[in-house]
C-alpha cells in the first residue's frame, strides 16, 4: 500500500472561510493557492482556485486543481476523465435538502433518498483523482413531491427517484392533524455502470487487463413506503414508518422504524431515529450507501482476484438487523451525528458514519471530522484503519480576522486503472497538510450585512 503526504502552504484558500464563517446570502469568497505536495516520495507542485458566491438561495462554487512534476509536467491524474472537467464545478445549488425545491449539481456527499431502506449516504465522488459530477433534484408540492439522484454524468453509475404522495390532502380529512400528512412513496434506484453486476472473472497481470466470465448486468432496487406522523408539538416530534425493497433478480426486505425530535430542551436540539430490519436471503439493506463506489468493484492485482458488491448480495443469509441514528446539536455551536447499523449473527456487517463540526462565527476554534468505515467486525475494529474506512479530519486556529492555521488528515482512495485507462479498483491513501490560509470575504447587497 502506497501512501501519499501532503505538506502545503495555501495562500488563499475559500474553504476554510466557509468553515469558519457559513457564506450567508450575498457573500462571496475569492480563494486560490499554490503548495508543495509529496507524492509516492515525489514532488509535485499544487495550483488551486476555489471562488464561492452564495446570492439568495443560489449557491456556486468552482474547485480548479492543478498539480505539476518537478519537470513542469501536469499529473495525469488531474485531466484524464472527461468527469475530471466537469468536476471544476464543485457545486451550483438551489435552497437545502427539505426545502420546497432543492437542486445540486457537482459532487454528492451523501445523498439519501427517503428513510435509507435502499440509498443512505451514498457519495459519488471517494476519492480526488476520479471525481465526479452528479444531481439532485427535489421538488415538493405540498400534497406531493419527488426526491431525485443522478451521480455521474460522465458514464453510466447510480441514478434513483422516489415519489410520493400524501393522498388524505385530497380529501375531507386533509385537516385531521395524525392521518392528514399520511405519506406514501414508490422508489426505484438503478446502477448502470458497466461493472456494477460483475460476479466473477479473471485478472490478465501482463496485459493488466480484466475480462468477466459472469455478469448480472445492471443492478436496480424498487421499493414502497409509509409514513404517518403521530406527535406534533413545538418540543417533539415523532414519526412511525414501513419501508419494503426488492432488489430485481435477488431478494427483498422490509424496516420498521420511529423517528423522534427534540427541539424544546433549551441548549440541545436531538434528531433519532431507530427501526428494526428483516432481510430476506439475498438483500442488503441500504445498498447504495457511502462507501458504495468502492465496494461496487476491485480487482487484487497482488492475487489477481476480485470483491464486488454482487457477491456480497449473492451470499446474504435470510438474517434480521437493526439501524440507529443520532443528531445533536448545542447551541448552534457543535454539531454532531452519528449512525450505525448491523446484520445479526453477522459480526462483520457493521456499518459506522459519523461526523462532528465546532464552528462559530466569532470564535477561534475550529474542528470538523467525518469517518465512514463498512464490515465492522467488533468494537476494536471500529477506528481501525485500512480499505473499509474514510476519514477527514481538521483543526484549525485563526490566528487574525484573515488568517487561519489548521492541520488536515485524511484517509481516502486513489484509483488503479487497467491498460486501457479504466478504473478497475482503489488502493487507500493517506495525506496529512499543515495549512496556513489567508482568507478573504466579499460581500454585497442588503442581506449580507452592508
Do not use: C
Request: charged share 20%; no cysteine; hydrophobic share 35%.
Amino acid at each position: 500500500m502506497k501512501k501519499l503526504v501532503i505538506i502545503s502552504i495555501f495562500i488563499f484558500n475559500q474553504l476554510l472561510f466557509a468553515q469558519f464563517n457559513n457564506l450567508q446570502p450575498n457573500q462571496a469568497i475569492l480563494g486560490g493557492g499554490f503548495g508543495l505536495t509529496w507524492i509516492d516520495g515525489r514532488p509535485h507542485y499544487a495550483l488551486r482556485f476555489f471562488p464561492e458566491i452564495q446570492f439568495s438561495k443560489i449557491g456556486v462554487g468552482l474547485d480548479l486543481n492543478f498539480e505539476f512534476t518537478p519537470e513542469g509536467k501536469l499529473r495525469s491524474e488531474n485531466f484524464n476523465e472527461f468527469s475530471d472537467y466537469l468536476s471544476i464545478i464543485r457545486y451550483i445549488r438551489y435552497g437545502y435538502k427539505h426545502d420546497p425545491l432543492y437542486l445540486r449539481v457537482g459532487a454528492l456527499d451523501y445523498a439519501t433518498l427517503g428513510h435509507g431502506s435502499i440509498m443512505y449516504l451514498y457519495n459519488n465522488s471517494p476519492t480526488f483523482d476520479a471525481r465526479r459530477i452528479g444531481i439532485e433534484l427535489d421538488i415538493d408540492f405540498d400534497n406531493y413531491g419527488f426526491e431525485s439522484v443522478y451521480g455521474n454524468f460522465g458514464k453510466g453509475g447510480v441514478m434513483g427517484i422516489r415519489g410520493y404522495i400524501r393522498p388524505i390532502q385530497f380529501t375531507d380529512l386533509a385537516e385531521i392533524p395524525i392521518i392528514g400528512k399520511f405519506e406514501v412513496g414508490a422508489s426505484i434506484v438503478t446502477d448502470t455502470d458497466d461493472k456494477s453486476g460483475v460476479v466473477n472473472g479473471i485478472y490478465d497481470s501482463n496485459q493488466n487487463v480484466y475480462i468477466s466470465t459472469r455478469d448480472e448486468g445492471s443492478t436496480t432496487i424498487i421499493g414502497i413506503d409509509f409514513g404517518l406522523p403521530i406527535i406534533r408539538t413545538g418540543m417533539v416530534d415523532f414519526d412511525l414508518y414501513f419501508d419494503h425493497s426488492k432488489i430485481i433478480n435477488f431478494g427483498s426486505g422490509s424496516a420498521f422504524g420511529a423517528k423522534v425530535n427534540f427541539k424544546g430542551l433549551g441548549l440541545v436540539t436531538l434528531n433519532t431515529r431507530l427501526e428494526r430490519r428483516f432481510n430476506g436471503e439475498q438483500y442488503l439493506p441500504s445498498y447504495f450507501n457511502s462507501l458504495y463506489e468502492i465496494e461496487r468493484f476491485r480487482v487484487n492485482k497482488s492475487e489477481e482476484t476480485i470483491s464486488t458488491k454482487v457477491q456480497q448480495l449473492i451470499t446474504a443469509q435470510a438474517l434480521n438487523g437493526y439501524f440507529g441514528e443520532l443528531r445533536m446539536n448545542w447551541i448552534g455551536l457543535l454539531d454532531v451525528m452519528g449512525s450505525f447499523q448491523k446484520i445479526d449473527k453477522i459480526p462483520e456487517s457493521g456499518i459506522l458514519h459519523l461526523w462532528t463540526i465546532f464552528n462559530q462565527e466569532g470564535f477561534p476554534y475550529l474542528f470538523r471530522a467525518g469517518y465512514d468505515k463498512i464490515n465492522i467486525k467488533n468494537f476494536g475494529d471500529l477506528f481501525k484503519m485500512d480499505e473499509r474506512s474514510y476519514l477527514y479530519a481538521e483543526f484549525g486556529y485563526k490566528i487574525q480576522e484573515y488568517l487561519v492555521l489548521s492541520m488536515v488528515y485524511s484517509w481516502t482512495y486513489s484509483p488503479e486503472r487497467d491498460g486501457t485507462n479504466n478504473i478497475i479498483g482503489y488502493k487507500t491513501q493517506k495525506k496529512v497538510e499543515p495549512r496556513i490560509s489567508f482568507i478573504y470575504p466579499l460581500n454585497y447587497g442588503p442581506e449580507s450585512g452592508n
